[in-house]
């Protein structure tokens, strides 16, 4: 029988719809229960390809008797983090202040006031490496409530009461200057692992937005550390089993230092942000390295993301069933000799094992290998591509990854300025079309005609839950992303009515920003966090886009907003640049300009077209293009910019200074600093 999931539009949730567990969605009617029975809240948060999360559902919240324990005794609420990414902050910060660590899946016990006072993330269903097995946890949450209920009442409200007195560390309305990403610089260079590229020890997280700030520091500074730290975690991720070598895209990180094992499952802003950071090191070096996978993992989320109302899915599952039936991380992707040699032959299959490093012992569990890139070239190019094609053709045929297929806004953003600009890049416009099908997909179906966005949609209808900061930020930048690509201001007055928003619903005292609105449901803490996790915050997102907006528009309000935004930055830089990478990132362009660039010249034109191509290319940080007809409307900066002898022209302003209009596409490529392409 199905319980209170199963209208859910989560794929998540609907995951859990079946479970004899008396699941609740996340309610007012859930705590309205706890407090009629007189019980506590059992919380638990995870999400749809969280490996963990499908294993403590099967060992524990499938299994009759646990279920039957848990239905008398709490009352179950079932969340998806990536629906309710505030209620998921909120808690997690409980839960590592508690424990010192935090993670999914979350296992949270609330008072029926929503307070927090007991914490965990998976439990087992049998004691085990000197954890509590779930039932034992039930039990003994069980008797604290019945027989120590003031304490846990005490407990609770010190919580809440400590959660409620944490002040943000913040640095001023200041923007960082040199000096301050200097620091960041070499606070990054103090962490990177020189022998296998990123930063730290294991497990080991693709670096995306440090690594934007390395390519435009270097862009601005010159610095060549900078630029061999970000190409060179680029090639190692590149070649290592973290990178699907056979099908494109990135999986979530690696379980070790050297990016051979990853954890499996794939996540749309993982492959955004990563496709986006290889098409900028394409643009700073020429690399055939970062042009390849930049276009590899383009397609990967336009073939196996893409959904049928124009929007991408959210991610794909680590796990996948075996051809025998059973049911295993990795197992879509992974090879032994035999199969190679089932699917290529004797020759080929040496082959492929010796460039993808598939050994007899294997790289992974039981004898199977991930496939990564061995040493140099080891054949001809040609060989190499019918050996993938084949093998790739062999894999389809395998049971797929289980695919999260709601579409959530601040990701598909990251997606659209990713699609977008790779797609201008390398003259691909059936990439900016898809970019285009994704950005009218969250006007249509995310947007009101207020500029307040849904967080969520599944098959071309809107979730319940409203967006936090992050959607906001990210689909204003996808959408600044998608104007300068194309040309079409109508995406500038969109990011407009976003950031409108921004500023009306989400800015608190000096500047700082909120995760949620200030109309937004109320929990027991207002999140508010300026450090990126897998993705930008929302504090940096927002940032970068109202500065990009300002740029464009010479809004001074926006630019104020944006320079109040990144105080903090400057406060995190030299203590936690690689947390803050985005914030430095929209630092750097700050502290350049951003330059602004307009190019006008007619429809067709090969000048014309010419120089919007240079002007995209250019890797000076930020800088904002608009292209159109001379005495367009569709962009401030293109007001009183004429041609130039009757020839497409360009124009670079900076700093409220403008440099002489150019005809010259390589005049243009200096002053942007195009000049390798």
């Not at 103090?190 to 997280?205: I, M, N, Q, T």
């Not at 073939?303 to 025998?324: C, I």
């Not at 004898?367 to 070239?377: D, K, N, P, Q, Y």
């Not at 190019?381 to 019918?386: L, T």
Request: hydrophobic share 45%.
């Amino acid at each position: 029988m199905a319980n209170r999931l199963s209208g859910s539009t989560s794929p998540y949730l609907l995951q859990h719809a079946d479970n004899p567990v008396d699941w609740w969605p996340w309610g007012d009617e859930a705590f309205a229960q706890a407090r009629e029975r007189g019980v506590p809240v059992l919380l638990s948060v995870g999400y749809s390809s969280c490996h963990w999360c499908h294993v403590m559902a099967r060992e524990s919240f499938e299994d009759e008797a646990t279920a039957a324990y848990l239905n008398e005794h709490f009352v179950p609420v079932k969340v998806d983090r990536e629906e309710r990414p505030d209620v998921d902050a909120v808690y997690m910060e409980a839960v590592q202040a508690a424990t010192g660590q935090g993670g999914w899946p979350m296992t949270v016990f609330l008072t029926p006031g929503a307070e927090p006072f007991y914490f965990g993330t998976y439990f087992p269903p049998e004691p085990r490496q000197g954890m509590a097995s779930f039932r034992q946890v039930l039990e003994g949450v069980h008797a604290a409530w019945r027989d120590r209920r003031d304490e846990v009442a005490e407990v609770a409200a010190r919580v809440v009461k400590d959660l409620g007195g944490r002040s943000l560390a913040y640095g001023g309305t200041a923007p960082p200057g040199e000096s301050e990403l200097a620091a960041a610089l070499l606070g990054l260079t103090r962490e990177y692992d020189s022998v296998r590229g990123g930063f730290g020890g294991a497990p080991k997280f693709p670096p995306s937005m440090a690594l934007e700030f390395l390519l435009r520091h270097h862009a601005r500074t010159g610095a060549e550390g900078a630029l061999q730290m970000a190409h060179d975690s680029c090639e190692a991720m590149a070649r290592g089993g973290i990178y699907d070598q056979l099908g494109g895209g990135f999986s979530r990180y690696s379980v070790d230092r050297d990016w051979l094992v990853p954890h499996f499952e794939k996540m749309l802003y993982d492959n955004a942000l990563l496709c986006r950071v290889y098409a900028h090191l394409w643009r700073a070096t020429g690399s055939d390295l970062a042009r390849r996978v930049a276009l590899e993992t383009a397609d990967f989320m336009v073939r196996e993301l893409r959904t049928a109302q124009g929007g991408f899915a959210s991610a794909l599952d680590a796990d996948s069933d075996r051809a025998d039936g059973t049911h295993a991380e990795g197992a879509f992707y992974v090879w032994t000799p035999d199969e190679l040699r089932e699917v290529l032959g004797e020759a080929d299959a040496a082959l492929a094992a010796e460039h993808f490093g598939v050994t007899e012992d294997g790289t992974f569990e039981e004898g199977a290998s991930v496939l990564r890139l061995v040493g140099g070239e080891l054949a001809d190019a040609e060989r190499i591509a019918s050996v993938r094609q084949r093998l790739l053709a062999a894999r389809e045929a395998r049971p797929r990854p289980g695919r999260d297929d709601k579409v959530v806004a601040a990701w598909n953003g990251l997606a659209v300025a990713a699609l977008a600009e790779t797609g201008a890049y390398f003259e691909r416009p059936d990439l900016v079309a898809a970019a285009v099908d994704a950005a009218d997909l969250l006007v249509r179906v995310h947007m009101d005609e207020h500029g307040r966005l849904a967080r969520t949609s599944r098959d071309g209808a809107a979730g319940a839950h409203v967006g936090v900061l992050e959607d906001y930020g990210d689909v204003a930048e996808g959408f600044l992303a998608l104007a300068a690509v194309t040309g079409e201001g109508v995406w500038l007055d969109f990011a407009g009515l976003l950031l409108d928003s921004v500023l009306r619903h989400f800015v608190g005292e000096e500047g700082t920003l909120y995760d949620t609105a200030d109309d937004a449901e109320a929990l027991i803490r207002r999140p508010q966090d300026p450090t990126d996790n897998a993705a930008p915050s929302g504090w940096t997102a927002a940032a970068g886009a109202l500065l990009s907006y300002a740029a464009y528009t010479g809004s001074a309000t926006h630019r104020d907003a944006a320079e109040a935004a990144l105080g903090v930055v400057g406060a995190l830089a030299g203590r936690v640049p690689r947390f803050i990478g985005w914030g430095l990132a929209v630092a750097e362009a700050a502290v350049d300009g951003p330059r602004e660039v307009a190019v006008v010249g007619a429809a067709g034109d090969a000048g014309f077209a010419a120089l919007h191509r240079i002007a995209l290319l250019g890797t000076a940080p930020g800088a904002v293009v608009a292209a159109g007809e001379p005495g367009s409307e569709e962009f401030a900066l293109l007001a009183d910019r004429p041609l130039v002898d009757g020839r497409a022209a360009a124009y670079v302003c900076r700093h409220f200074v403008c440099a002489a209009p150019t005809a010259d596409a390589d005049v243009l490529a200096a002053a942007l600093g195009a000049e390798a392409l």
